[in-house]
């Protein structure tokens, strides 16, 4: 059975944490219906449409900022229990601040756990939704990449002639193990040509050694032979790179797929990592945020604790933002890129609850 003052602070903190919810998810809204009404406006759509986008996309953005979203809730939490001297009270009924940090921290874990199994499974499919609406409005709506079992497979549309384009895996700058088969705009196929290796840095492939089918006539060419197209290297990776519309199991067997074709699974290591590691996330910051708020001044008004947590969400959020890009990017391990900051929370809340009871 939960004690009453357990109750009474699990009741508060999750009234602020909905209300702060609330503002964070109508921000979104406001911001991002601007952008959809903009990139619809040259469009036959009807009016409501960008709202529905918008709707669409917002739960996943919402997602994101749930950290910072924690650790301002905390800060509302404490600011009306000093102001009511509410605090004064519990204590009177045996409780000390270390279990009110307590009684915070397994909220706040047990928020993420669920945000994690239910939430951002719902909300990366909304924006999966959000993502193939969108397309179908968009001028690359002709390209396609897909991975598969089989490899990686490109759909391209040039000249007016259609390029199926198959692939075992990539390595470096490089399609391996490539065939690439020529239609014409009745779906016809006019040419096919094979090659062990292609050079994809620029638009303009460099095939290597290229063995040419036409009209059931093969020649090998020893010479590189250029090749115009709308994919390059960075533009392949872009399309592959909008993992938040994948749910947990998606990502593990996108992952998979990538390990098998070459392709560097980095990226959804890390994302992976990030979710696993968010329930004990949530909870550190809450803990952090309480920490502070023990230690600051009880007479400080709203508006500064506004501030003062826009300012610490904004110092947290670049922090991540940076070891993310350090481990995108393969200059740290993926493990390092997500439990360093971790970890450095964890060290401040570690000191900041020595003699916290004394506050």
């Known amino acids: 059975m939960f004690k009453t003052y357990e109750k009474y602070i699990f009741k508060n903190f999750i009234n602020k944490f909905l209300i702060i919810t609330l503002i964070f998810f109508s921000l ?19 009016f409501m449409f960008p709202y529905l986008i918008t709707f669409l996309g917002a739960p996943i953005t919402l997602f994101e900022i749930f950290p910072f979203i924690f650790l301002i809730s905390t800060q509302f939490l404490f600011y009306d229990l000093f102001k009511k001297d509410e605090l004064t009270l519990l204590k009177t009924s045996g409780l000390n601040n270390l279990k009110i940090i307590r009684i915070l921290f397994l909220i706040s ?20 939704y959000y993502t193939d609406i969108k397309n179908e409005y968009t001028k690359d709506n002709k390209y396609l990449a897909v991975v598969t079992d089989s490899g990686l497979w490109l759909k391209d549309e040039i000249n007016n002639y259609t390029l199926i384009v198959k692939a075992n895996y990539i390595q470096n700058d490089y399609l391996m193990s490539v065939v690439i088969n020529k239609f014409n705009n009745k779906f016809e196929l006019e040419e096919v040509i094979q090659s062990k290796r292609i050079n994809i840095k620029n638009d303009l492939w460099e095939i290597e050694n290229p063995t040419i089918t ?21 533009k392949i990776r ?69 501030i003062f947590g826009v300012f610490m969400s904004v110092i947290i959020y ?36 020595i003699k916290i009871n004394e506050k």
Do not use: C, W
């Not at 036409?214 to 960075?234: E, G, P, R």
């Not at 074709?261 to 980095?266: E, I, M, V």
């Open 28 to 46: 979104i809204i406001i911001l991002s219906v601007l952008e959809e009404i903009s990139f619809f406006k040259n469009t036959d759509v009807n």
């Open 109 to 128: 874990f047990s928020i993420g756990i669920f945000t994690v199994l239910f939430f951002y499974n719902a909300a990366s499919k909304l924006k999966f």
């Open 214 to 234: 036409k009209k059931n006539i093969t020649s090998n060419n020893d010479k590189i032979l250029f090749f115009k197209t709308n994919f390059n290297k960075k």
């Open 238 to 306: 872009s399309l592959f790179s909008n993992i938040s519309t994948l749910n947990l199991i998606e990502l593990f067997d996108l992952k998979k797929d990538y390990d098998n074709l070459g392709y560097s699974s980095k990226e959804i290591q890390i994302h992976l990592l990030n979710l696993f590691s968010t329930p004990i996330f949530y909870a550190a910051l809450t803990v952090l945020s309480s920490i502070i708020m023990f230690n600051l001044n009880k007479n400080r008004s709203l508006f500064f604790h506004i």
């Open 318 to 353: 670049y922090i991540n933002f940076i070891f993310n890009s350090l481990g995108n990017n393969e200059k740290i391990p993926a493990m390092a890129s997500i439990f360093i900051p971790l970890i450095a929370i964890s060290i401040l809340t570690g000191i900041g609850l």
